[in-house]
């Protein structure tokens, strides 16, 4: 499986990071060739998926979180998380200040990519 990677939904481009079942000792590698793939990209573009199911964070993870978030959100247009178990979730909800304004969390991959390919800015 491709940890990073481009994909089309509905006629959108999303960029899906998928630390699915990822190790500890892996997850900064995917966190790091998903934040290398998405400042490739102009800034306010990307509708991104980051996918963390079953994901292992080791000691270090709440800093690497932020540390990706920070790198990547000037580029974002709409993000979200995928796949919180409850202890995740309790991280997710102590580093919501440092993530993207717009992030939302999905149960499954396919409904992120539905809201992420629906999602429009909202008008100023």
Known sequence: MQ??????HAGKRLIVVDGTDVPAEEYADVLR???ALVMK???????LATVV??????????????AYSGAIRPH???????GLSTLQRVLFVTLRP???GTVRDFA???E?????AGFEPPKA
């Open 3 to 8: 940890r990073v990677r481009i994909e089309e």
């Open 33 to 35: 060739a998903g934040a």
């Open 41 to 47: 990209e102009p800034l306010g573009s990307v509708r």
């Open 53 to 66: 199911t079953r994901a292992r964070f080791g000691a270090g993870a709440a800093d690497r979180i932020k």
């Open 76 to 82: 974002l247009l709409a993000s979200a998380v995928v």
């Open 98 to 100: 440092f993530l993207h």
């Open 108 to 110: 499954t991959l396919a």
């Open 112 to 116: 992120a990519r539905a809201w992420l």
